[in-house]
């Protein structure tokens, strides 16, 4: 399979978390503010995988070059404070140490918002950003991050409403299959952005 191949499947496979969050909303719409104009689950390090860092790397390269020096110098800057040097990989490091760095770097926009606080690369947004605002319940093993956003269901338990689980694990191992060649492989959204020759 070609990089432009499996890159297309992957985002194949974004479209079916994307349908997922669509139908949560259309069931329990009135209990989330998740929409346009809101980015309150933009802001602070987010850890993605290979498949994700060639997504956002791709998107990258799409932008206006005058787009591509802001966001690259967001992404220089919050590295910087971050500590990390080339290839910025998070493989084997403990997930209290990535929590560290996280913590470093504080509630800072993830630089491809833009100054609106719109996504500049919305359609290639990576999972993570995707799966954000909802907790994530596996449809057969149960939950799997028990954490939403704060502005939504104030007024409910979403872990206990039906029609929020999704079948992440088959979902995952479907990412799985797809190849990539990304490096790093593992690592926060502005190292990958850093990792892309500018």
């Avoid at 719409?29 to 933009?42: I, L, P, Q």
């Avoid at 910087?80 to 998070?90: A, C, R, S, T």
């Avoid at 995952?172 to 892309?196: G, H, K, M, Q, W």
Wanted: net charge negative; glycine share 8%; aromatic share 8%.
């Amino acid at each position: 399979m070609t990089p432009h191949r499996a890159l297309d499947a992957y985002r194949k496979l974004l479209s079916e978390v994307d349908a997922w969050f669509r139908s949560v909303q259309a069931r329990h719409g009135r209990h989330m503010k998740c929409g346009s104009g809101c980015s309150d689950c933009c802001h602070g390090a987010f850890d993605i995988g290979p498949h994700d860092v060639e997504l956002v790397r791709a998107a990258y390269r799409g932008l206006p070059a005058s787009e591509r020096a802001v966001v690259r110098e967001l992404a220089r800057k919050q590295v910087e404070v971050l500590g990390l040097k080339p290839p910025y990989e998070l493989d084997g490091m403990p997930e209290t140490a990535i929590d560290a760095l996280t913590e470093r770097l504080g509630p800072v926009p993830c630089p491809l918002l833009d100054p609106g606080g719109k996504c500049r690369i919305y359609l290639d947004r990576p999972s993570t950003c995707r799966f954000m605002g909802l907790p994530l319940v596996d449809a057969e093993e149960g939950v799997v991050h028990g954490e939403w956003c704060e502005k939504n269901f104030e007024a409910a338990y979403p872990l206990e409403l039906p029609g929020v689980p999704f079948g992440y694990h088959s979902w995952e191992e479907d990412v799985s299959a797809v190849p990539n060649s990304s490096t790093p492989r593992y690592t926060f959204i502005a190292c990958a952005i850093l990792a892309e020759p500018p």
